[in-house]
Every structure is written in structure tokens, then in C-alpha cells.
């Protein structure tokens, strides 16, 4: 199956920093999604963006599918930024989601 | 905006007693998915659900575990005989249609410990 891999696997910055998540598929996809995990583990949809760039107030994010990979920005961190942040991609003929293994961020005061 | 609905939040089981968790679609969805996280690891895919059918299901997906949507509405996973291991946070997932260009919606999770 494919192959999802996340960069860096963590991640601690300074409130106010800028930072960039990198997502690698292994092969070509129809569908991905970037979702933040909070501390009490909810996954929350931040972008559906099979190709392209999409920007939402201080995140944004961008795939090319060509290259296999994809990027999510974060501007200006907040403490509330903190949590793990997952990729995931439909490849091939299926419909589910595979998941990558997540970057886990921390911002700090 | 319409979300996915999951009961109960936290479910707490003795080994070896079955497990009901509830799913509430989004209303006009066809396709219905549970996922597990373990504590600590990344989102797997457990089973895939369109038609009144299971569509696709993983490894993880054996005869312990059964899917049913019982009336328009529910989407429920059953674990007959849970074990230690089946401690995890259970999540449902619906989407509108078949078609690459449509995303997965996620439930809040069900967190189930098996004591």
C-alpha cells in the first residue's frame, strides 16, 4: 500500500514563529487532507487539498501531486497551534484514508 | 454545518465483554468508516462501508468486529470479546460520494478502555 511519511516527526517553537510541515506520499494520490489533532484527540479537517494551494487565516497549504508531496505553513504560532498534525491521502482506485505518522508541535510562551 | 456524531465520548469495558459505538453520519453522506488510534500512533483504517456492505476492510478487521447500519441514520461498531489491546480512541468517518474529490468528515472519537 502507500507510504505516508511526515517531517519532522516533532517539532517546538516559540509563540510567533513560522513553521513548514512536509508530508511524502509514496505514489499518486486523488485526495488529501491535512488534519490537527488536539489534546483531547479530536481531529479537526484543516484543509482538503488534492492539489493546489489553500490558505485559512494563518494556515495554508500546498500539494503537488506531480512530486508526491505536500506542505502546510504555519504563521505566527499559538500555544493553541500545540498538537499533532496529520496528513492523509487516497491513492489508486480506493476510497479510504491512509494516514501519514504525524508531526507533533509544541509552542511554547 | 453538519457533523458526524459519535456516543458515548469515553466507554470503559472489562475484558471479554462486547462493545457497542455509535455513529451519527452527516445526513447525505453513502460512505461510512471507522478508524483506531492507539494511544501514542497514527490513524489506521479499520473498514469501509457503502450499500448496506462492507466495501474494505484492513488486517485489524477480524471476526471480533462487525459493522451494521441498522436504520437510516446509525453506523455502529461492535466488538464481541474485547481484549487489552483493543484500547483505543475509535473514530467514525462518512463522506458524500464515491468520487476522489470529496473529503472524509471525522466524528470527536470514541475513547475506549478495556480494563
Known amino acids: 500500500g502507500i507510504q505516508v511519511e511526515q517531517s519532522p516527526p516533532d517539532l517546538i517553537l516559540q509563540e510567533g514563529a513560522n513553521s513548514t510541515l512536509r508530508c511524502n506520499f509514496s505514489?499518486?494520490?486523488?485526495?488529501l487532507q491535512w488534519f490537527h489533532q488536539n489534546p483531547w484527540g479530536q481531529l479537526i479537517n484543516l484543509f482538503y487539498?488534492?492539489?493546489g494551494t489553500k490558505q485559512n487565516g494563518r494556515l495554508s497549504a500546498t500539494t503537488v501531486a506531480t512530486e508526491r508531496y505536500s506542505l502546510l505553513y504555519i504563521s505566527s504560532s499559538q500555544t493553541t497551534d500545540s498538537g499533532v498534525y496529520f496528513c492523509?491521502?487516497?491513492?489508486?482506485?480506493?476510497?479510504?484514508?491512509?494516514f501519514g505518522t504525524g508531526t507533533q508541535l509544541k509552542v511554547e510562551l | 454545518e453538519p457533523e458526524v456524531t459519535q456516543t458515548p465520548s469515553h466507554q470503559v469495558t472489562q475484558m471479554g465483554q462486547e462493545v457497542i459505538l455509535r455513529c451519527v453520519p452527516i445526513?447525505?453522506?453513502?460512505?461510512f468508516y471507522w478508524y483506531r488510534q492507539i494511544l501514542g500512533q497514527k490513524v489506521e483504517f479499520l473498514v469501509s462501508f457503502y450499500n448496506n456492505e462492507i466495501s474494505e476492510k484492513s488486517e485489524i478487521f477480524d471476526d471480533q468486529f462487525s459493522v451494521e447500519r441498522p436504520d437510516g441514520s446509525n453506523f455502529t461498531l461492535k466488538i464481541r470479546s474485547t481484549k487489552l489491546e483493543d484500547s483505543a480512541m475509535y473514530f467514525c468517518a462518512s463522506r458524500s460520494r464515491s468520487s476522489y474529490n470529496s473529503p472524509l468528515h471525522f466524528g470527536n472519537g470514541t475513547r475506549l478502555t478495556v480494563t
Open positions: 492523509a491521502v487516497v491513492s489508486g482506485g480506493g476510497n479510504k484514508l491512509t
Open positions: 445526513s447525505n453522506h453513502l460512505y
Open positions: 505514489d499518486s494520490v486523488n485526495n
Open positions: 487539498i488534492p492539489s
